[in-house]
């Protein structure tokens, strides 16, 4: 598979939220504004994780359509690994 700039793009502002986080572990900021900022990368991965499989599984589709093969299993594979990411 490809990985596009928009999903680096994304695991790129993920990891600047986990410096971020780190940062104000060094700096003692209050634990309500730290849980925020790692719940906010947290979401931010989760939606990287989504593109990521969204695009495979599309991808993945179209050539088993082109093929002329059974799509199903693919797509249970991509419901699995959303599932097994949270």
Do not use: F, P
Request: aromatic share 2%; with cysteine; charged share 35%.
């Amino acid at each position: 598979m490809e990985y596009n700039d928009q999903m680096k793009n994304r695991v790129k502002r993920v990891e600047g939220q986990v410096r971020g986080v780190l940062r104000m572990m060094e700096e003692e900021k209050d634990c309500k504004e730290l849980v925020s900022q790692m719940n906010a990368a947290r979401t931010a991965l989760d939606r990287a994780i989504g593109l990521v499989v969204s695009t495979n599984l599309e991808e993945c589709v179209r050539e088993q359509i082109e093929k002329g093969e059974d799509s199903e299993e693919l797509i249970q594979e991509a419901v699995n690994l959303l599932v097994k990411s949270r």
